[in-house]
């Protein structure tokens, strides 16, 4: 891309943060015409999703799912001569990476197409208008203003100090999973999440020998606790070591070495890799926002209202031309929330009239989790919706094990369990929480109903499509 004219520094609407928010939002506004720059201080566009996210966890996801097919193949659906899987991790990274890289041109590319001015370096407001850019290639800082500056800096991962648990950095994060330039033959995962649940499950299922450490009884604790109660057994059932109601005390070792970690209860773990997944924070410190007096709250989240305009303290003018998208504002932390806030953003800010009221809903958010099995959910859990509607509440689920397992060893067969929440006489639909095989495709379509508020009498009405998993969802009573 060739270098930005810094002698043109005015801009109608300026993105910090070149993310998966940040880039939609910025090609938004310049489809309508207008000037935009965008600031990303990494190399590599596309944010967390593209680099150490959704995408490459997808691709290690795959790799997972083909080594169990590859068991099933042979021992489930008689193909002779099939050697049990051994996946060469050292040789397929650099292949997953190099996809990844080309997905950071493409999203270059994107942006040259909409003519967005793509500003490589770190990003400072030192006014409600103006951003000073320090580029990273050790350039002098220099000045960009914009009438409009929306916050897309996005989050990373938490790591615990050494102060509280010593020797915690000899481990790494989840954006470090993807730099392992070699598969850990012994590994402990720390975390009850969907970050933790998601990496522990790839490598299980690739042969390392995995150690889940969760501090309570279940994993997934914010979601329906039918989907906790299915997807925790189920990973001890398939030989996981997971290890309830733990805590780290202690790490000691050499990184890239063996650890030895130090559990509450006294037992130690000897691993070859130690994983942190325990939160994320956002990427807020050095953006010069509370100079500003835009309110962050004790999580360090920009604080926003419904329009994902940024909230300033007592004492501060509030501004109406600063706004914060995507993780940084602590809402639903997922790719296609930051990419749809911000195209309603600019949509609003720069588009034509039918958007003048354009925001994003964050109601109904559908997600998935790519454990094994896969998870989908949408809407409200049980017990959300007991609190809110008491005893208006009904439930549908079913228990079954997909067509394809029926020809797998039992112990193999893996659960799938399908839940309905619904309320009112006309038993609307609220929630949708399932597991099993093919669930996170399965999802997608049903989140509409839930968005649309549709009956069960609905779902009912739908002829279903045979023999699939998917056909329970219409056919529950």
């Known amino acids: 891309m060739a270098p930005v004219n810094k002698q043109q520094e005015k801009y109608d609407y300026i993105c910090i943060g070149g993310g998966s928010g940040g880039v939609a939002s910025s090609r938004r506004a310049a489809s309508y015409g207008k000037k935009v720059a965008l600031i990303e201080s990494s190399p590599d566009l596309g944010g967390t999703c593209v680099n150490v ?11 997972a799912d083909l080594a169990d097919r590859i068991r099933h193949a042979s021992q489930g659906y008689h193909f002779k001569n099939i050697p049990p899987p051994q996946f060469d991790w050292a040789s397929f990274k650099p292949q997953r990476d190099a996809y990844i890289r080309r997905l950071n041109g493409i999203y270059e ?12 370096g770190t990003a400072r407001l030192v006014s409600p208008t103006e951003v000073q850019v320090t580029p990273r290639d050790g350039g002098e800082p220099y000045i960009i203003a914009g009438d409009y500056i929306t916050i897309a800096t996005g989050g990373r991962p938490t790591l615990p100090s050494e102060d509280k648990i010593p020797g915690a950095s000899l481990g790494v994060d989840s ?31 690739l042969d390392s020998e995995t150690h889940l450490l969760i501090r309570r009884e279940r994993v997934l604790r914010t979601f329906d606790p ?28 050499q990184k890239g070495g063996e650890l030895t970690v130090y559990l509450n209860d006294g037992a130690q773990l000897k691993v070859d890799c130690l994983i942190w997944a325990i939160g994320r924070h956002a990427n807020t410190e050095g953006l010069g926002l509370e100079e500003l007096g835009i309110q962050l709250d004790k999580k360090g989240d920009v604080v926003v209202d419904e329009w994902q305009m940024a ?9 109406k031309n600063i706004f914060a998208i995507g993780d940084v504002q602590g809402k639903a932390l997922l790719t296609p929330v930051a990419i749809a806030a911000g195209r309603r953003l600019s949509n609003r800010l720069f588009g034509p009239a ?15 989790v790519f454990s094994h099995p896969t998870i989908g959910t949408v809407g409200l859990t049980e017990p959300e919706a007991r609190e809110i509607y008491g005893s208006d509440v009904k439930i549908y689920k079913s228990s079954f094990r997909s067509l394809y397992f029926s020809q797998i060893l039992e112990e193999h067969k893996e659960p799938t369990v399908y839940k309905l929440v619904v309320v009112g006489e006309e038993e609307r639909l609220v929630g949708v929480h399932i597991i099993g ?18 009956r069960k009498q609905d779902l009912d009405d739908t002829v279903a499509i045979h023999p699939t998993s998917a056909e329970e969802l219409v056919t529950l009573r």
Not at 311 to 319: A, D, K, N, V, Y
Request: one cysteine or more; a negative charge.
């Open 53 to 63: 996210g959704c995408v490459p966890k997808k691709i290690m996801w795959h790799a």
């Open 226 to 253: 039918m989907l906790q109660d299915t997807l925790t057994p189920w990973m001890e059932h398939t030989g996981m070591n997971l290890h309830k109601n733990t805590s780290v005390v202690k790490v000691e070792g």
């Open 109 to 120: 590319k994107n942006l040259e197409k909409e003519n967005v001015a793509y500003h490589g």
């Open 437 to 454: 095989q093919g669930s996170d495709e399965v999802l997608q379509g049903f989140a509409v109903a839930v968005k649309m508020r549709a």
């Open 175 to 205: 954006d470090g999973f993807f730099d392992l330039e070699d598969q850990p033959k012994r590994v402990a995962v720390v975390g009850a999440g969907y970050i933790a649940v998601e990496l522990s499950s790839v490598l299980h299922a």
């Open 311 to 319: 909230q300033f303290g007592q004492g501060w003018p509030q501004l």
């Open 354 to 368: 039918k958007f003048k009221n354009d925001k994003l809903s964050y109601e109904d958010i559908p997600t998935v």
